[in-house]
């Protein structure tokens, strides 16, 4: 079957615009997560979601990032107002259920760079 | 404070040698799960292997194999007979399910280059 996919794959924006950046997990996995991987860094949690609760949004850098997932499925990650700091690879990942006990499959990431 | 660490910035051997990847954990938790994650060029994480912490039974697949020890709260990761195709970085994650936050913590990832 389909593995989790991000669109787009690049995106180069100015300083001060707003970037959306979507993530369509594999059909069937309740868990959700972002990630953001700067250049040579390891992956810092963002968010997850899981089914229909309250997402955790504790990783979230600041108040200009904001994620949503509708429908229990695809996810849009929001940043406003970006900076070139947030400039970063983005990761997706899905899992079947949450609870820390299965593997979570990765997209190929959007790569985000802030002019 | 759960907290993974990988001291191997960066790790050069010649192929066929053997390498071992070093993992370090903190957590409070009795119960969490260990994980490796290859990332190759290409930039896609793979998963490898999972471990939970009433498992220390190590585990061997093909020419990779794993080392849970919760006396010294390590987890490596042992590379036999190493391949260029193993070029990628290595990541450990840390997912603690007692505490219910259902976060993984990683590691920030040993770059392995194996020279042909």
């Known amino acids: 079957g389909a593995g989790v996919s991000q669109s787009p794959s690049n995106k180069v924006t100015e300083k001060g615009k707003d970037v959306e950046l979507r993530c369509d997990p594999i059909?069937?996995?309740?868990?959700l997560y972002w990630y953001r991987q700067s250049l040579g860094q390891g992956l810092e949690f963002l968010i997850y979601?899981?089914?229909?609760?309250?997402?955790?949004k504790s990783g979230l850098p600041s108040d200009r990032f904001s994620a949503e997932r509708t429908g229990g499925s695809v996810s849009t990650l929001t940043i406003q107002r970006t900076q070139q700091e947030d400039s970063a690879v983005y990761l997706c990942?899905?899992?079947?259920?949450?609870?820390?006990?299965?593997?979570?499959?990765f997209g190929p990431g959007t790569r985000l760079t802030v002019l | 404070a759960q907290k993974v660490t990988q001291a191997q910035t960066e790790i050069s051997v010649v192929e066929k040698e053997d390498v071992t990847l070093d993992c370090v954990y903190e957590?409070?938790?009795?119960?969490?799960?260990l994980f490796w994650y290859k990332q190759p060029p290409s930039g896609e994480l793979v998963f490898l292997i999972r471990?939970?912490?009433?498992?220390?039974q190590n585990e061997i697949s093909g020419r990779y194999s794993w080392n849970f020890q919760k006396s010294t709260s390590s987890f490596n990761f042992t590379i036999t007979a190493s391949q260029v195709v193993d070029s990628a970085v290595y990541f450990c994650?840390?997912?603690?399910?007692?505490?219910?936050?259902?976060?993984?913590?990683f590691g920030t990832g040993t770059r392995l280059k194996v020279l042909a």
């Open positions: 059909s069937g996995h309740t868990a």
């Open positions: 471990r939970n912490s009433f498992d220390e």
């Open positions: 979601f899981q089914g229909n609760s309250a997402p955790d």
């Open positions: 990942a899905s899992s079947l259920w949450l609870a820390g006990e299965t593997e979570q499959f």
């Open positions: 957590t409070r938790d009795t119960t969490y799960y």
């Open positions: 994650a840390l997912s603690e399910v007692g505490s219910g936050t259902y976060k993984y913590i």
